[in-house]
């Protein structure tokens, strides 16, 4: 393998495969590590803790909410890097960051692109019912995952799979593709296939307050909306009684169920957790808690609130529900 200086920028999910994977190779030499500040709480979910691994590559920890700011990139170009990885950085890398290493910068994104570019594609995909993304590695351009592919993996969503279990196959992928093309990539010899500016979809941005349960949708969809938002994301949440219930699990029940409740009505409440009316059938919760409180399993937490059969979540206003899935605007927002 060719030898080079690497610099690395990284935060969340698949930052800490790739970085392990670098500093485990010693043909390459990790110059900084730039991440973001431990108490980044309104920062990206699903934050990893990068200080041992830039301990282990002997490099200097950069931690900042912008790794465009002046220092950064000082920093940045002091190592003198010959490539500039970024790995789980939801912020745009700028030009006069871009221009600094001598073989430019590597990228990745949780999907085939150019399908589902834009933030949180892992999530979108299975709250949608889709059972596959992937992971793309593309050289790094100023605009929003439009940059050439390098290499492509497929990573299928099983149906029992969540948010942290498909992110957890897409790190992994991006760490293999990095070792795999490293050698090209500093030599200057890595594939690139420029991706088609017209193709593709730009997926909206989610926020936490868009978990919000519509239980007029199919059994099946508000299980795909749960285990789409779930640990390490804020969570799926319903409102009853006019306080916020957050559900981070369920299961489709297999039993008949109640045809006559309505969508968001409690009908059952035992040891195997919370079964709540959709629109054609049951489905139920299994992890449950009040906001800042650790999960907790859904008999046990409906017991200590009070929970009780023929309570109803609320209703959630059309326009309300089409904003969470990411088919309309706000509410409210102006245009």
Partial sequence: MSSGTIAFIGAVHEARPALDALVALPEVSVGVVVTRPPEASSGPSGLV????????????????????????????????????????????????????PTRG?????????????????????????????????????????????????????????????????????????????LPGLLAGTAPRRPQDPHAGDLLPRRTPEMGLIDWSLTTDEVYDWVRALTTPYPGAFSVLSGRKVMVWASVPDAGTGAPAARPGEIVAVDSRGVRVATRNGLLCLTRLSFPGEEPCRAGVWAAAAGLEPGARFDPVPRELALWCRGQGPKPGATQ
């Fill in 49 to 100: 803790d990068l200080t041992d691994a830039a301990a282990a590559a002997g490099a200097p920890l950069v931690r900042t909410d912008d790794a465009n700011e002046p220092r950064v990139v000082d920093m940045v170009r002091a190592c003198r890097p010959d490539l500039l990885v970024v790995v789980g950085w939801t912020q745009l890398i700028r030009p006069e960051l871009l221009a600094v």
């Fill in 105 to 181: 910068c590597i990228g990745f994104h949780a999907s085939l692109l150019p399908r589902h570019r834009g933030r949180s594609p892992v999530n979108w995909a299975i709250l949608r019912g889709e059972k596959l993304t992937g992971n793309t590695m593309m050289v790094l351009a100023p605009g929003a995952d439009t940059g050439d592919i390098v290499d492509q993996v497929p990573i299928p969503i099983d149906r029992l799979d969540t948010c942290a279990t498909v992110y957890d196959r897409v790190g992994r992928a991006g760490a293999e593709m990095l070792v795999k093309h």
